[in-house]
């Protein structure tokens, strides 16, 4: 598979920001797809990035560099609710959608 | 929420047993995936189909085999259980390959013992 990476866990307090990093070989790149998994549950979409810069959704943005194959999601104004594994996901030249890991956040009162 | 079912959602079954998964859609979209998710390892992609009877592999397919005779059903048949096969197995639909994104069914906890 392609090698994506992200870190495993992080921990915020309640309100502040986390930043998820993922990076990526840049070879055949199409396109950059985050999601969210809360436990037990399915993924479900949160952002796709295709060309460089921020895409901005309420509380969530996500940031794509495509010449240093870099992404990173940002949750801001953090809530209870946002603790989830965040999946990084990338579509290379044959479309099919390549996974990290996975970062579980932690979000403490 | 998309119209896709997994079933079924919890199954136990012995080693070298043969098992069938089920996914199900009402999206009528064209493809159809089936990943597996394990601890530090993320989704990885057992087989995938573009269409009515056309499939083909994903990176983790010994073991897998796949069936699709309706636009709508996605089979996926593990010949011989082993523990190695113990985990969450999800479908996912897309409209279109490239800039769309996947839909993902419930999941299926699968555990051989």
């Known amino acids: 598979g392609q090698n994506i990476d992200q870190p495993t866990e992080m921990t915020a307090t309640e309100g502040a920001i986390v930043q998820i990093n993922c990076t990526y070989q840049?070879?055949?790149?199409?396109?950059l797809f985050w999601y969210q998994q809360h436990a037990g549950e399915a993924p479900t979409f949160l952002s796709y990035?295709?060309?460089?810069g921020l895409e901005e959704k309420g509380r969530f943005s996500s940031f794509l560099s495509r010449s240093k194959g870099y992404s990173y999601l940002l949750l801001k104004e953090l809530q209870m609710k946002d603790s989830a594994s965040y999946l990084c996901a990338v579509s290379f030249n044959d479309y099919k959608l390549s996974f990290g890991a996975g970062t579980t956040v932690t979000v403490r009162a | 929420d998309a119209g896709i079912t997994q079933s079924p959602r919890h199954k136990v079954t012995e080693t070298g047993t043969p098992v069938t998964l089920r996914c199900h859609q009402t999206?009528?979209?064209?493809?159809m995936y089936w990943y597996r998710q394990d601890p530090g390892h993320g989704l990885r992609l057992i087989h995938y189909s573009y269409g009515v009877k056309d499939t083909d592999k994903g990176e983790v397919s010994d073991g897998y085999s796949v069936s699709r005779s309706k636009t709508e059903d996605f089979l996926l048949t593990l010949e011989s259980a082993t523990s190695s096969q113990t985990s969450v197995y999800f479908c996912?639909?897309?409209?279109?390959?490239?800039?769309?994104?996947?839909?993902f069914g419930s999941g299926t906890r699968l555990t051989v013992v």
């Open positions: 996912a639909i897309s409209e279109k390959e490239g800039a769309y994104g996947y839909t």
């Open positions: 990035n295709v060309l460089d």
């Open positions: 999206e009528n979209h064209r493809y």
């Open positions: 840049t070879s055949g790149f199409n396109g």
